[in-house]
């Protein structure tokens, strides 16, 4: 789904710390010229705002020229092509690690468009922010490449490459195999602690403003990645209650009272966070032209379907194939319902929306689906081993993937690459 991108710029001259400001260049394709682009986008903010910080850690950013990027994607063929968003388009590629030894690396190229002051004002800001923060649930930019030549200007980014895709592609396009339960849990699990990290975990706190399914990559594991910083902003220093902006974001996830006011705080990406906890229960977009009108806006729709009443069940997700817990998913839509209160104030903070995640991981261990309660005895079971039949059938499985899921909970905390990989085999067995 494409940004929206409006203007409704109330309060520039109010705004203490500005997005990176704007600077035309007349550069030629050089690394150095490429560098100061961005450090020169640096000024005007209070002291260690996200530009300072970027002076201090981003000296691992890669700076490309146009022409290694160029031949990295084959001349951006469109047989690498392997997305487009509002900004531009995303091709595979293979660059060679910096010191020319050994093999080329798979990365993510997005090219942007060359629409002068909004792209390369987007392209800044990506490469600021990604420049400075580092979480195991946000996606590593690799480096950058600007260049004002012949061909006009140029702005790309070379990404890790995450071969999964988004959370949007397995979602909604039918191509893919659909998500399990468990996988659906980790992945929101994940997408929390990076907003969790960039709300909480920083000297800034920084505000995503963009966050939706698309935005949510995955990795060969399925762990979530966060991307697209191109409209993410610092949020208000301890003595202001907001910033005010220019409202951008995508329709479908912005916070009502974000597209009111312009007041952006970190409970905007919360309200966010809420419709894409709906789009993972229902396997629905956030909003659906195609469906009939009472069904096009999926915040409207499960209104009808309270988490603690019966019919809950009735917005589930069918690829899930019923094969989830329905306790563990009312508390799940319980806790989207208070990411998306109206008043930004008592929505949860994004560490709270993790201890709650964590908490139903642990406690839905003994909660099934009245599905799979009628799999309680072993006949009525068509997938349970006959080991698992004489363990009392699919419930004892479910139990233990419960209990594998809570473990999960337990130790995401540390991130580390192997519980991942846990999950994986869990998911296979
Ligand atoms: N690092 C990456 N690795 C692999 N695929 C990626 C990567 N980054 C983006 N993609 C793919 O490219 C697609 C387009 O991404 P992009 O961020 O340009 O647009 P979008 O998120 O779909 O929309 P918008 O521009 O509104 O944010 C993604 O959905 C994803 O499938
Ligand atoms: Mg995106």
Same mark, same amino acid.
């Given at each position: 789904?494409?940004?929206?991108?409006?203007?409704?710029?109330?309060?520039?001259?109010?705004?203490?710390?500005?997005?990176?400001?704007?600077?035309?260049?007349?550069?030629?394709?050089?690394?150095?010229?490429?560098?100061?682009?961005?450090?020169?986008?640096?000024?005007?903010?209070?002291?260690?705002?996200?530009?300072?910080?970027?002076?201090?850690?981003?000296?691992?950013?890669?700076?490309?020229?146009?022409?290694?990027?160029?031949?990295?994607?084959?001349?951006?063929?469109?047989?690498?092509?392997?997305?487009?968003?509002?900004?531009?388009?995303?091709?595979?590629?293979?660059?060679?690690?910096?010191?020319?030894?050994?093999?080329?690396?798979?990365?993510?190229?997005?090219?942007?468009?060359?629409?002068?002051?909004? =792209? &390369?004002?987007?392209?800044?800001?990506? !490469?600021?922010?990604? #420049? /400075? @923060?580092?979480?195991?649930? +946000?996606?590593?930019?690799?480096?950058?490449?600007?260049?004002?030549?012949?061909?006009?200007?140029?702005?790309?980014?070379?990404?890790?490459?995450?071969?999964?895709?988004?959370?949007?592609?397995?979602?909604?396009?039918?191509?893919?195999?659909?998500?399990?339960?468990?996988?659906?849990?980790?992945?929101?699990?994940?997408?929390?602690?990076?907003?969790?990290?960039?709300?909480?975990?920083?000297?800034?706190?920084?505000?995503?403003?963009?966050?939706?399914?698309?935005?949510?990559?995955?990795?060969?594991?399925?762990?979530?990645?966060?991307?697209?910083?191109?409209?993410?902003?610092?949020?208000?220093?301890?003595?202001?209650?907001?910033?005010?902006?220019?409202?951008?974001?995508?329709?479908?996830?912005?916070?009502?009272?974000?597209?009111?006011? =312009? &007041?952006?705080?970190?409970?905007?990406? !919360?309200?966010?966070? #809420? /419709? @894409?906890?709906?789009?993972? +229960?229902?396997?629905?977009?956030?909003?659906?032209?195609?469906?009939?009108?009472?069904?096009?806006?999926?915040?409207?729709?499960?209104?009808?379907?309270?988490?603690?009443?019966?019919?809950?069940?009735?917005?589930?997700?069918?690829?899930?194939?019923?094969?989830?817990?329905?306790?563990?998913?009312?508390?799940?839509?319980?806790?989207?319902?208070?990411?998306?209160?109206?008043?930004?104030?008592?929505?949860?903070?994004?560490?709270?929306?993790?201890?709650?995640?964590?908490?139903?991981?642990?406690?839905?261990?003994?909660?099934?689906?009245?599905?799979?309660?009628?799999?309680?005895?072993?006949?009525?079971?068509?997938?349970?081993?006959?080991?698992?039949?004489?363990?009392?059938?699919?419930?004892?499985?479910?139990?233990?993937?419960?209990?594998?899921?809570?473990?999960?909970?337990?130790?995401?905390?540390?991130?580390?690459?192997?519980?991942?990989?846990?999950?994986?085999?869990?998911?296979?067995?």
């Amino acid at each position: 789904m494409k940004c929206f991108c409006y203007f409704k710029d109330r309060s520039r001259s109010r705004q203490r710390r500005s997005a990176p400001e704007l600077k035309t260049s007349g550069t030629s394709d050089t690394s150095g010229a490429a560098d100061r682009l961005i450090k020169s986008s640096c000024s005007a903010t209070s002291p260690r705002g996200i530009p300072e910080l970027y002076e201090e850690k981003a000296h691992n950013l890669r700076v490309f020229r146009f022409s290694e990027l160029r031949q990295a994607t084959n001349d951006f063929s469109r047989l690498l092509k392997i997305g487009e968003g509002g900004f531009g388009s995303v091709y595979k590629g293979r660059i060679k690690p910096e010191d020319g030894r050994g093999e080329p690396v798979l990365v993510a190229i997005k090219k942007l468009n060359q629409d002068g002051v909004q =792209g &390369h004002k987007q392209w800044v800001a990506e !490469v600021q922010f990604l #420049g /400075v @923060v580092d979480h195991p649930n +946000l996606v590593k930019l690799i480096g950058y490449c600007a260049d004002d030549g012949e061909r006009g200007i140029q702005r790309l980014l070379a990404y890790e490459f995450m071969p999964n895709k988004s959370l949007e592609d397995h979602l909604f396009n039918k191509t893919y195999r659909p998500l399990s339960w468990e996988v659906r849990l980790q992945i929101l699990l994940g997408a929390a602690q990076g907003l969790a990290y960039l709300h909480e975990g920083l000297e800034v706190q920084v505000i995503h403003r963009d966050f939706k399914s698309s935005n949510v990559l995955l990795d060969e594991e399925f762990k979530a990645k966060l991307s697209d910083f191109g409209l993410a902003r610092e949020g208000p220093t301890a003595d202001r209650t907001h910033v005010s902006t220019a409202v951008v974001g995508t329709h479908g996830y912005a916070a009502p009272d974000y597209i009111e006011t =312009g &007041h952006l705080t970190t409970r905007s990406d !919360v309200w966010s966070f #809420g /419709v @894409v906890i709906y789009e993972v +229960l229902t396997g629905r977009r956030s909003v659906e032209r195609n469906r009939p009108r009472s069904e096009q806006k999926l915040l409207d729709w499960v209104k009808h379907y309270p988490a603690d009443s019966k019919k809950f069940i009735m917005i589930m997700d069918p690829r899930l194939e019923n094969q989830y817990s329905a306790g563990a998913a009312s508390k799940i839509a319980k806790l989207a319902d208070s990411c998306l209160q109206k008043n930004a104030k008592e929505r949860p903070k994004m560490s709270q929306v993790v201890q709650s995640l964590m908490e139903v991981a642990q406690t839905s261990s003994g909660d099934r689906s009245p599905i799979e309660k009628s799999f309680d005895s072993p006949e009525n079971c068509p997938t349970a081993p006959e080991n698992e039949a004489s363990q009392g059938g699919a419930s004892e499985s479910w139990k233990r993937r419960m209990a594998h899921l809570a473990k999960l909970g337990e130790q995401v905390e540390g991130s580390g690459r192997r519980r991942f990989l846990m999950m994986q085999r869990a998911k296979v067995q």
